[in-house]
């Protein structure tokens, strides 16, 4: 049994200590906004905060979050309250199919919080999600106004 705390709450899982935290946070834990996207830490859909960094969960052990304060797509608006950067997502109409879109966000949260107002080239070297909308324009966009929020 390991112990993580995940959106502010400490949830017990019964997993390998090496397992994916990608499998205990939607398997284990019931919280299906992270996503499976390709297993090998490229795509980006399933970031996550561990201790504020992003963290690409598919690879990222069970083992290694323990102690750490995690956070996922569903513990990032405060109450009802969205993030300022889902709320420019929504905004500058970025989600297509929307299946990339929690890693997106958790990426661009943690650049924010690192950067207040970054720039173009700061936006292209720390969201490198994939998309396959090709939503990238509105991504950036959506970036500068939370930035500005």
Known sequence: MVRLNINGKTH???VDPNTP??????????????????????????T???DGAPVR?????????????ITTIEGLAQGKEL???????????V???GYCQSGMI????????????????DINAAI???CRCGTFQQVREAIHMAAKA
């Open 128 to 130: 490198t999600n994939i």
């Open 95 to 97: 989600p297509q199919c």
């Open 57 to 69: 969960s598919c690879s990222f052990p069970v083992s290694a979050a323990v102690g750490k304060k």
């Open 12 to 14: 017990e899982v019964d």
């Open 21 to 46: 935290l990608l499998w205990a946070i939607r398997e284990q834990v019931g919280l299906t906004g992270t996503k499976y996207g390709c297993g090998i830490a490229q795509c980006g859909a399933c």
């Open 106 to 121: 958790m990426a661009a949260a943690a650049l924010l919080k690192e950067k207040p107002k970054p720039t173009d080239a």
């Open 48 to 50: 996550v905060h561990v």
């Open 83 to 93: 993030h300022k950067v889902q709320k420019a997502w929504l905004e500058h109409d």
